[in-house]
């Protein structure tokens, strides 16, 4: 764990990242423009263990321990992300961001950007290969966004993928 401007960026032990969006990325070069940004992340073990769990030696974090890749793993994360910008007639906007994103369950298939389960029904979009979003819910007054945007056909909890 580490602190940048006063804030705790990531408690391992919880699988939770908060922060900048810049910071989640070593304040990469690419992610300046959005290094105002605020980032929340969670996560599940699948997704990134908080501990060296193979046996290896490494020392270093496992990702989809037990599954030779993401897929049917049931890993999961959030993100919420939150921040201001100012609009073409001047005025302040706060706008907010939330996005749960899964695994892809074993059986699913991705045809034209899209995941669908075994039995052909809708997961949501493909994100990063073998991950979907099944759920955005997005604010931003000055836009004209106001609340859920997108929710599986399939389902939106993090659990049974």
């Known amino acids: 764990m580490y602190f940048t401007s006063n804030l705790l960026l990531t408690n391992w032990a919880n699988s939770i990242f908060n922060g900048t969006y810049c910071d989640a990325y070593r304040d990469a070069s690419w992610c300046q423009q959005w290094a105002d940004v605020e980032l929340k992340m969670k996560w599940d073990d699948a997704w990134l263990s908080n501990q060296d769990c193979d046996g290896d030696g490494d020392g ?17 994360l959030t993100n919420h992300q939150k921040g201001t910008y100012t609009d073409d007639d001047g005025n302040e906007c706060n706008w907010n961001y939330f996005v749960k994103i899964i695994a892809v369950p074993e059986g699913a298939t991705s045809e034209a950007g899209v995941w669908y389960n075994a039995d052909g029904t809708e ?4 994100i990063w290969g073998a991950f979907a979003i099944i759920q955005v819910v997005e604010n931003d007054p000055c836009a004209g966004i106001h609340g859920l945007q997108f929710n599986s056909p399939d389902h939106s909890g993090l659990g049974r993928w």
């Open 60 to 76: 270093k974090l496992d990702r989809h321990y037990g599954f030779d890749s993401y897929i049917g793993s049931g890993a999961w």
């Open 123 to 126: 997961i949501g979009p493909v």
